[in-house]
């Protein structure tokens, strides 16, 4: 039996509660399990929990109730309007997650969505879960973030920082270490023994020769050679506007892009309910659902309003799973 994946409890006032709920209903007889680490205030008596103190207990209940660990807010949340008073909750549950991922007694943490800046205004120093998440495996650094649905794979080069810092960020080093490191997690965890690697240009046309940009000659293209010379399967650099066409996809299965919104465009657009945010380069296995807090649509504390869709958190549970039995299986 695998172990159950731990699900955070993401920032409370959004809509990670009322998904956290549909999931369960939509795992409990199927799985895969997966108990919460978030406050049980946030539930009500509609809805079947149980407090544990194990996630060992996990399983078992699952069926039944959904498995609580309690982390408690410092203040009453208000849905929709978020507070970095209770940031120390979110943090911890991230904490816990990790901890109890790293002891073996779960098989995969899956986030709920946190809110950047509100986390920020409590002092929180990393950007988001991806570069927390390194630092907690003390692996900084080393963080990919992948985002995998159905029709595509998509990994940003440069992740959360302006535009602006993502031109200066760009190197051939980057460029290379992150795109062997996909490389090496589509073979541990997703089984492509000889994956196909479609590097993005940055510039329009791919740079036109030069006429439009020369980091393709200057920056990717020397990373290119240097990954082909390593044995991977790499291509490009590819114009942007074209390699995500329902044509150039089947092409390849994962395309490395320069950028985070030249990644994360195309692949919400393309299939926002099942996206799946995966953080590769960790010891640990970490995916999130594509979306963010969604404080607009967020109901009363305890309401499930059916607003929010659960697709992309149950595939991100169903990847946990996938991926931790994957990798228990080719340790065995
Ligand atoms: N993994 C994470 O923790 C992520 C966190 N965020 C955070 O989320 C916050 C809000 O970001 P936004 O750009 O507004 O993106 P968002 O994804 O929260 O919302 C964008 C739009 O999509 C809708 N939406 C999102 N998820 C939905 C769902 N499951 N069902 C139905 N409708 C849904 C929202 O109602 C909104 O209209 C930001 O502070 C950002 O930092 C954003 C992306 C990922
Ligand atoms: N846009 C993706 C995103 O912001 C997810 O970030 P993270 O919290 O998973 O690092």
Redesign the pocket.
């Known amino acids: 039996m695998s172990a159950p994946i731990a699900l955070t409890l993401g920032d409370p006032a959004g ?1 990670g509660p009322e ?1 956290t709920v549909a999931a369960w209903r939509a795992l409990r007889s199927t799985g895969p399990a997966f108990f919460w680490l978030g406050d049980p205030l946030l539930l009500n008596d509609a809805i079947p929990f149980r407090l544990i103190e194990k996630p060992e207990d996990a399983t078992e209940i699952f069926p039944d109730a959904l498995p609580v660990i309690p982390v408690t807010c410092p203040v009453t949340v208000t849905p929709g309007q978020p507070t970095s008073e209770n940031a120390p909750a979110v943090i911890e549950s991230i904490e816990r997650a990790v901890s109890y991922v790293q002891d073996g007694r779960a098989g995969g943490v899956t ?1 709920n ?5 509100i986390l920020a205004a409590s002092g929180f120093a990393y950007p ?2 991806t570069e927390f998440l390194a630092a907690l495996c003390h692996t900084a650094g080393q963080e990919v973030m992948m985002l995998a649905s159905p029709q595509l794979k998509v990994v940003p080069v440069t992740i959360h920082v302006s535009l602006r810092q993502a031109l200066e960020n760009l190197t051939v080093e980057r460029i290379i270490a992150v795109t062997r490191a996909t490389h090496g997690a589509l073979q541990r965890d997703f089984g492509l023994s000889s994956p196909r690697l479609a590097i993005a240009g940055l510039n329009p046309h791919a740079g036109e020769e030069g006429l439009m940009g020369t980091e393709e000659q200057t920056i990717i293209g020397p990373a290119i050679t240097q990954l082909k010379k390593e044995g991977l399967r790499v291509s490009g650099p590819f114009p942007p506007d074209t390699m995500f066409s329902a044509t150039a996809r089947p092409k390849y299965d994962v395309a490395i892009c320069m950028y985070h919104d030249q990644a994360l465009i195309p692949l919400k657009t393309l299939d926002m309910a099942e996206g799946v ?1 995966v953080t590769l380069g960790l010891p640990i296995i970490r995916t ?1 659902p594509d ?7 967020a109901g009363p504390v305890g309401s499930i309003t059916g ?3 659960p697709s ?1 958190l149950l595939a991100a549970l169903r990847l946990a799973d996938f991926m931790s039995q994957h990798r228990r299986g080719n340790s065995q």
Request: glycine share 8%.
């Open positions: 809509i998904l986030t969505p946190i809110a950047k800046h988001g879960h945010n999130s979306h963010g807090t969604a404080f607009d649509i607003r929010a869709d992309s």
